[in-house]
């Protein structure tokens, strides 16, 4: 089950105490730093998984200054590692800290406490930073394949990547979203939108925030319907009921099971959809050649 939310609490190592002078003379040494938390991102879209079964991460904390002026030993920073795609919010101020799109970034997320000086007035250490996140991911892929449910999304899925999604007769088969890779570019396979998705129907609004980071939709739109373009106006109003910007991605329409009609009607239904988006492409997984075609497409895009 894809994680796609989660709530942890990060603090930094608190500073360690400075040790104070002996009656004889000053050799009360400074406590050492608490170790700083940060962020380490991956290419893992699995990794908000942890957080169920440990949501509260604390770097070292700095040791305490000894006599003879040593300085305490600093503590060890804390990376937590999260996925690309993953904005990080601060739940008490409600702001976005930071939105991690990009692999092996390493961000500073709560300093660790100073060491506290030692000496005549020695000084306990600085306190950690301590933040409450909210983690919020949102797929990153080039291509996002959305429709109605049945439409046959997760089967185009698994014919053009080597993912393996489960494909099944009835709708909402597909219930977290599914990834695959076709010739280095990401296929997102999107669980179904059916009519008021936007306001709660069906799987909701959950996974819409995955559309907003597919750069091109792949619209599919199953010939078993009765009314093509009925279908494609209520998945596209459920996409700018949710946020108006999504219907500005570019997007390709992929009628679906052409074996299951004649060549005439797959001719009209296109004929309909002509001034709906400039590429529209009919596909079956059971003929190879329309595969063929559509990889073509995606290979250009
Ligand atoms: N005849 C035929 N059946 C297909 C084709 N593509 C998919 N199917 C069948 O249609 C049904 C639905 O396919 P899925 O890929 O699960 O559809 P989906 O759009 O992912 O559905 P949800 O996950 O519920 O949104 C399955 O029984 C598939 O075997 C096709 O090209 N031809
Ligand atoms: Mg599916």
């Not at 010739?183 to 997102?188: D, G, V, Y």
């Amino acid at each position: 089950m894809l994680i796609d939310r989660a709530e942890i609490t990060v603090r930094g190592g608190h500073g360690g105490a400075g040790m104070p002078n002996k009656l004889k003379g000053p050799d009360g040494g400074n406590g050492g730093a608490g170790g700083d938390v940060y962020i380490k991102t991956s290419s893992n879209i699995n990794l908000l998984n942890q957080f169920s079964e440990k949501d509260t991460f604390v770097a070292e904390n700095g040791q305490m200054g000894a006599r003879g002026n040593k300085t305490g030993k600093d503590g060890r920073d804390l990376e937590i590692l999260l996925p690309v795609g993953t904005g990080v919010y601060d739940k008490k101020t409600r702001e976005l800290i930071v939105e991690v799109n990009k692999v092996n970034e390493r961000i500073l997320i709560c300093k660790g406490g100073k060491g506290g000086w030692g000496g005549e007035t020695a000084e306990l250490g600085e306190r950690g930073e301590e933040k409450r996140l909210i983690l919020s991911l949102r797929l990153i892929a080039d291509f996002g394949l959305i429709g109605l449910p049945n439409a046959g999304k997760s089967s185009l899925l698994n014919e053009l990547t080597n993912a393996k999604a489960i494909t099944a007769d009835y709708p909402f088969t597909t219930l977290e979203p599914n990834l695959g890779v076709f010739e280095e570019k990401t296929i997102a396979d999107i669980p179904g939108l059916i009519e008021g998705a936007s306001g709660g129907r069906g799987l909701g609004i959950a996974f819409l925030k995955h559309i907003e980071k597919v750069t091109t939709l792949l619209h599919c739109i199953s010939l078993e319907t009765k009314d093509a373009l009925r279908d494609y106006k209520t998945v596209r109003k459920e996409l700018s009921d949710f946020k108006p910007e999504l219907t500005k991605k570019p997007e390709i329409i992929i009628l679906t099971k052409t074996d299951m009609v004649d060549a005439e009607t797959i001719q009209k239904l296109i004929k309909t959809l002509n001034n709906k988006a400039k590429n529209i492409i009919s596909v079956s997984i059971h003929d190879f050649p329309s595969l063929e075609d559509l990889k073509k497409v995606l290979r250009k895009i």
